[in-house]
């Protein structure tokens, strides 16, 4: 990370430094601009450098997978406002709906400490009930304890087993499981026929007096922590007085209660969510409907597909019996997802139960979906520190250090924690990474906090800045993310708080953030975007010429022959100022790469869905443009184009020889139109006096990458004849492939010719003898045509 004088000035620090200080857009460029750049010095020269085709390898393997999935386009919001409670009465109690929570409030000796739960109500519940099935052979789900049940009940059947032996039972898991429905359910099944609700706020012993002769209790949210734990002696004066007055007791608690060793303690875990949802509908009018049709309609298979909470699951079963009724259109139940997400994210913003601390945590937890855990949780440390700043300026920022558990915090986000291998420069790393259950909340809470809290606004646009100035590839193409998120949600304030300002930088991070940033937008369907890639690409400001121009490697290939022809325009521009601009030196190899990355990728994404057409009019063009001003970059970009391949650090097949040896040769087919382009491209690179020698070694790397795969030297074997149209381009490409020789280091025993390169040549030329000899000299390109 570069010094402190290059972090971004803090909100509401005593120096006076307005909010947004460094984040607005700097003043517009004149004419002149270049010419100005020498009163920056040496500080403004550009030392770091990145590949075109690497930033957009980084920027899809970082990106969260959210952003290039259909669940990223919404639009707008069809909350009108909050919506409490579950109709029909089924699965309420532990559910946090809208923000509002039951509290208890520990009156007196007086007060009463415990309530009548009607059986009507618990009835209504076992209409709709599912238990979940067992996990796995291992008994997964069950807490330490609770093995007198059979492992194929599940976890209904292994805490059931308890209950009945020890009348009294520990059942844990998160509040949006449903817990509280299961341990009625478990009441019930146990014999119970009158059921009571006791206060889960009585300190453990005291639970003991408020038990009824025959009737089923339950203590739900009950507090089992480190400050006020369960003891042994606690649960065997409930069981003993239970089994005298012929009750029963089922304790509901957390994911991590703190409970003695040996104790009948499950861990809940809800059924898959089209059982559940089955269940309800079985107590719904369908109209006649069929319940399998109902289930196998794509827009409730799109709901299905994310873990929600189980209420959310009751009221869409509310909703898919209304579409049954006809009262409910197709597009309403698709959109019931998006719903459920904004209403959760609403209410952890509103929940006082939230500290500052939690929701700078679920800020960067959106912000760092299915990255790892450590990294969320130390950014959103930085990030509560800006926001705290703002909500109490006055005080110093303050983090705990050892404060939640990381499980109770993952828990409380409604996030789960796993195990995956992590790309890195030095190759895969195993991760704890973390991720919402639900798929749409994370991209729903960016948008929220971004339109809906602007106090939050300055805080956010300094965390961000501040990211995309990390050492760390993953951290930078997050910042880029959240601010694609935020400018296809406000586009006007996202440009001039936070792509502007970085577009202009003089750092090629920041640039590259606002490149990564404007492509993810358009993914996410941010309008204008082609079009301010447009203006900036011929700007008097070669920074805003650098960001749009590699923002069309990332993002061209969405609107190729667009993209194409403002990069065409850049290169005249350039050519017509003199060259490139000072202080961008390579700006001519920066628009070859960023054509090359567009072309390639368009081109293999064409040919993937079998559109040959739209694969061979990207390419078939560009022979008539190398010619005048613009040879050279395309001839450039016919070498840049060359060196990607399908695997990693430069292994594997080259993606443009893949595109050649999978087109049609047929003569009239857009596959035999396409091979014949680029047939003339290679002529073109390898009789240019400044790009054959890089042409050269490009066609080195393919045949090296040929030793090994059939298909690629097969494609080869089709693309010679077509560069050697005389006699002279016979003997070259003959001496080429003659002449290659193997690492030294590979076989132990010198330079050896490559096996490949000779079958080549003789395919090309016909068997030859060792006697016969190539040129005496070195490859010497014919004069440009």
Same mark, same amino acid.
């Given at each position: 990370?570069?010094?402190?004088?290059?972090?971004?000035?803090?909100?509401?620090?005593?120096?006076?430094?307005?909010?947004?200080?460094?984040?607005?857009?700097?003043?517009?460029?004149?004419?002149?601009?270049?010419?100005?750049?020498?009163?920056?010095?040496?500080?403004?020269?550009?030392?770091?450098?990145?590949?075109?085709?690497?930033?957009?390898?980084?920027?899809?393997?970082?990106?969260?997978?959210?952003?290039?999935?259909?669940?990223?386009?919404?639009?707008?919001?069809?909350?009108?406002?909050?919506?409490?409670?579950?109709?029909?009465?089924?699965?309420?109690?532990?559910?946090?709906?809208?923000?509002?929570?039951?509290?208890?409030?520990?009156?007196?000796?007086?007060?009463?400490?415990?309530?009548?739960?009607?059986?009507?109500?618990?009835?209504?519940?076992?209409?709709?009930?599912?238990?979940?099935?067992?996990?796995?052979?291992?008994?997964?789900?069950?807490?330490?304890?609770?093995?007198?049940?059979?492992?194929?009940?599940?976890?209904?059947?292994?805490?059931?087993?308890?209950?009945?032996?020890?009348?009294?039972?520990?059942?844990?898991?998160?509040?949006?499981?449903?817990?509280?429905?299961?341990?009625?359910?478990?009441?019930?099944?146990?014999?119970?026929?009158?059921?009571?609700?006791?206060?889960?706020?009585?300190?453990?012993?005291?639970?003991?007096?408020?038990?009824?002769?025959?009737?089923?209790h339950l203590v739900a949210d009950l507090a089992a922590t480190a400050e006020r734990p369960l003891r042994e002696h606690h649960l065997r004066a409930l069981s003993e007085r239970l089994h005298a007055t012929g009750g029963h007791l089922v304790l509901v608690t957390g994911p991590h209660p703190v409970v003695p060793a040996g104790t009948d303690h499950v861990r809940w875990r809800p059924p898959e969510p089209e059982a559940l949802l089955a269940g309800h509908l079985r107590t719904k009018d369908l109209a006649g409907r069929d319940m399998a049709e109902l289930l196998a309609l794509p827009e409730v298979k799109a709901v299905l597909a994310h873990q929600r909470p189980v209420a959310d699951t009751a009221r869409f079963a509310d909703h898919v019996a209304g579409h049954a009724r006809g009262t409910v259109t197709l597009a309403a139940l698709g959109a019931f997802g998006h719903i459920a997400a904004e209403r959760q994210v609403r209410a952890w913003f509103d929940s006082a139960e939230h500290t500052l601390h939690d929701k700078a945590f679920l800020i960067a937890l959106a912000t760092f979906d299915e990255a790892a855990y450590p990294l969320t949780a130390e950014l959103g440390d930085i990030l509560h520190g800006f926001l705290q700043r703002i909500e109490n300026p006055g005080l110093p920022a303050r983090v705990p250090v050892f404060g939640t558990s990381s499980a109770q915090r993952v828990e409380k986000a409604l996030a789960e924690r796993y195990r995956e291998p992590e790309e890195t420069e030095w190759g895969p790393v195993l991760q704890t990474?973390?991720?919402?259950?639900?798929?749409?909340?994370?991209?729903?809470?960016?948008?929220?906090?971004?339109?809906?809290?602007?106090?939050?606004?300055? *805080?956010?646009?300094?965390?961000? %800045?501040?990211? #995309?100035? $990390?050492? @760390?590839?993953?951290? /930078?193409?997050? &910042? !880029?993310?959240?601010?694609?998120?935020?400018?296809?949600?406000?586009?006007?304030? *996202?440009?001039?708080?936070?792509? %502007?300002?970085? #577009?202009? $930088?003089? @750092?090629?991070?920041? /640039?590259?953030? &606002? !490149?990564?940033?404007?492509?993810?937008?358009?993914?996410?369907?941010?309008?204008?975007?082609?079009?301010?890639?447009?203006?900036?690409?011929?700007?008097?400001?070669?920074?805003?010429?650098?960001?749009?121009?590699?923002?069309?490697?990332?993002?061209?290939?969405?609107?190729?022959?667009?993209?194409?022809?403002?990069?065409?325009?850049?290169?005249?521009?350039?050519?017509?100022?003199?060259?490139?601009?000072?202080?961008?030196?390579?700006?001519?190899?920066?628009?070859?790469?960023?054509?090359a990355a567009l072309l390639l990728a368009g081109g293999q994404e064409a040919a993937g869905r079998g559109h040959w057409s739209a694969a061979a009019d990207l390419w078939v063009d560009l022979p008539g443009l190398a010619r005048g001003t613009t040879r050279d970059f395309v001839l450039r970009a016919m070498v840049h184009a060359c060196g990607p391949t399908d695997g990693p650090d430069g292994y594997g097949r080259p993606l443009l020889l893949d595109l050649f040896g999978r087109a049609d040769p047929t003569p009239g087919t857009d596959g035999a139109a396409l091979r014949q382009a680029l047939a003339a491209l290679w002529r073109g690179v390898l009789n240019d006096p400044v790009c054959s020698a890089s042409g050269l070694n490009a066609l080195r790397a393919w045949v090296a990458a040929a030793d090994t795969d059939e298909g690629a030297e097969e494609a080869l074997s089709g693309l010679l004849p077509l560069l050697a149209v005389s006699v002279e381009d016979h003997r070259r490409l003959a001496y080429l492939l003659e002449n290659l020789r193997t690492d030294p280091g590979e076989t132990g025993l010198g330079p050896l010719p490559v096996a490949v390169a000779l079958r080549l040549r003789d395919r090309l030329t016909g068997p030859r003898t060792p006697a016969a000899a190539g040129p005496s000299g070195p490859f010497v390109p014919s004069p440009t045509r």
């Open positions: 990370m570069s010094g402190a004088q290059d972090q971004p000035p803090a909100p509401g620090e005593p120096d006076g430094t307005p909010p947004y200080a460094g984040a607005a857009p700097p003043p517009e460029s004149g004419p002149g601009d270049d010419d100005r750049n020498e009163e920056y010095g040496e500080a403004e020269a550009e030392t770091e450098t990145e590949h075109a085709w690497d930033s957009r390898r980084d920027l899809y393997r970082h990106s969260p997978g959210f952003m290039f999935g259909r669940s990223a386009r919404v639009d707008g919001s069809v909350v009108a406002g909050d919506q409490h409670g579950v109709s029909g009465g089924q699965v309420t109690g532990d559910v946090i709906l809208g923000g509002t929570k039951v509290e208890y409030h520990v009156g007196g000796d007086t007060e009463e400490r415990s309530g009548e739960i009607p059986a009507a109500e618990v009835e209504s519940l076992a209409a709709c009930f599912v238990k979940p099935p067992a996990e796995g052979p291992d008994g997964a789900g069950a807490g330490a304890g609770a093995g007198e049940g059979r492992e194929a009940d599940g976890p209904f059947g292994l805490a059931l087993a308890a209950l009945r032996r020890h009348r009294v039972v520990i059942l844990s898991g998160p509040a949006t499981t449903g817990r509280r429905c299961a341990a009625l359910m478990l009441l019930r099944e146990a014999g119970s026929r009158s059921y009571r609700a006791i206060d889960p706020g009585l300190g453990a012993g005291r639970l003991a007096g408020e038990l009824r002769d025959g009737c089923g990474k973390v991720q919402f259950r639900d798929k749409l909340t994370a991209l729903t809470l960016l948008r929220e906090v971004w339109t809906g809290h602007p106090s939050a606004r300055p *805080a956010l646009v300094a965390w961000l %800045r501040r990211l #995309a100035d $990390d050492p @760390r590839p993953v951290v /930078r193409t997050r &910042a !880029a993310a959240t601010a694609a998120v935020m400018t296809e949600a406000d586009l006007p304030s *996202a440009m001039a708080l936070l792509v %502007r300002g970085w #577009a202009g $930088d003089r @750092r090629m991070r920041a /640039r590259l953030a &606002a !490149a990564n940033a404007l492509a993810l937008a358009h993914h996410l369907g941010a309008p204008h975007i082609s079009r301010i890639l447009a203006d900036w690409c011929t700007a008097p400001d070669h920074r805003l010429r650098w960001t749009a121009v590699r923002a069309y490697a990332l993002v061209g290939d969405a609107f190729p022959h667009e993209a194409l022809r403002a990069l065409t325009e850049a290169v005249r521009g350039m050519e017509a100022r003199g060259g490139p601009a000072r202080g961008w030196a390579e700006e001519r190899q920066d628009l070859a790469q960023s054509a």
